[in-house]
């Protein structure tokens, strides 16, 4: 990449120079590179421009090229703002001429592309990681609670079903919202922590095994699988131990907890995923008691003996 980038900043060097011996307009060209946000060609554009105007000024650009290029952007806005004040110990006095007149040559356009880097942010929000993982992400809510709700209704009847059924709350939302947050605040400022594909492709498989878990787990209960806990009995509630819940007691809350914590490692978001793991827990660690203690009213020893041989689904709930 380095090699690409150095061939690029030499051959926009000698762009220029033709450009001068053919007494071509340099601003448009220098222009364009802005707008590109090509940051090392503008910097050779601007630098390559300037050598017309001091006879020292090749050993100068040599030098500035030893110094990064925020640097070498700091040097230049700082003559602008106090051309008599030295900016680094890498340039000699003499040259101090040519880096005054760069200064106000190029102030304005630097200023700008300053102010473009700053809001790069939107390059990084449409690059292809992004797309790609927050596309996931919104395919993936969507369906999830799309689905919740068709199969509540083919299960329930469309009468006996709320938008409660679409199982979104105020503190999801919230959830949501911050998980998307941080996704942005650590795309803009740590892009390459989303580069891990290995972990957002582990997120994904999660996030579809999830999917399935929970979706199995409605399908095989059918109209014993409610949304809300159910505190009466009710002629159809029937035990079910078949299928999948042969091997979990409740596999509608593990489904849903490997579901929500996926999307977060799809997304490589190290802090929400650590914190909807934590909160997702939680709430199943409080909900599966309170539902077992009616569970049992309703199955007595028969459920007892099922809770005893099979586990609940949800680590280090019994």
């Known amino acids: ?27 448009p060209f220098l222009k364009n590179c802005f707008e590109r946000s090509f940051l090392a060609v503008a ?21 500035c090229l030893m110094i990064q290029k925020s640097t070498l952007f700091q040097i230049f806005l700082g003559f602008c703002d106090k051309p008599n004040t030295p900016s680094t110990d890498l ?14 040559y190029v102030a304005t356009p630097l200023r700008l592309l300053l102010m473009r880097s700053s809001m790069s942010f939107t390059g990084e ?3 292809y990681t992004a797309c790609r993982q927050l596309s996931q992400m919104f395919l993936a809510v969507a369906f999830f609670h799309s689905s919740e709700y068709i199969l509540a209704v083919a299960f329930h009847g469309r009468s006996n079903v709320t938008l409660k059924s679409l199982l979104i709350s105020k503190n999801y939302l919230l959830a949501m919202i911050f998980s998307l947050l941080e996704y942005v605040i650590e795309i803009v400022l740590f892009p390459g922590l989303k580069e891990h594909w290995w972990i957002s492709d ?9 999917e399935i878990i929970r979706k199995s787990a409605i399908i095989t209960a059918g109209r014993a699988f409610t949304h809300l806990i159910k505190v009466h009995h009710e002629e159809h509630h029937r035990l079910i131990t078949h299928g999948i819940y042969r091997f979990v007691r409740h596999p509608g809350y593990s489904g849903f907890l ?33 539902e077992e203690y009616f569970l049992k009213r309703f199955f ?11 586990p609940s689904g949800v680590p280090f709930v019994k």
Request: hydrophobic share 50%; charged share 20%.
């Open 1 to 27: 990449m380095q090699a690409i980038e150095d061939r690029c900043v030499c051959h926009c060097f000698l762009t220029v120079r033709r450009m001068h011996a053919a007494d071509e307009p340099i601003l």
């Open 43 to 63: 910097v050779a554009v601007v630098m390559a421009e300037a050598t017309r105007i001091h006879p020292r000024s090749n050993q100068v650009i040599w030098r």
């Open 91 to 104: 340039l000699e006095s003499g040259d101090m001429p040519f880096l005054k007149y760069l200064s106000e």
């Open 125 to 127: 929000i449409l690059s």
């Open 202 to 210: 582990t997120g994904l498989a999660l996030v579809v095994i999830g």
């Open 258 to 290: 490997i579901w929500s914590v996926g999307t977060q490692i799809m997304l490589c978001n190290p802090i929400s995923t650590i914190a909807f793991a934590i909160v997702v827990w939680k709430f199943f660690a409080e909900r599966i008691p309170y």
């Open 300 to 310: 007595g020893s028969e459920y007892e003996e099922y809770a005893r041989r099979i």
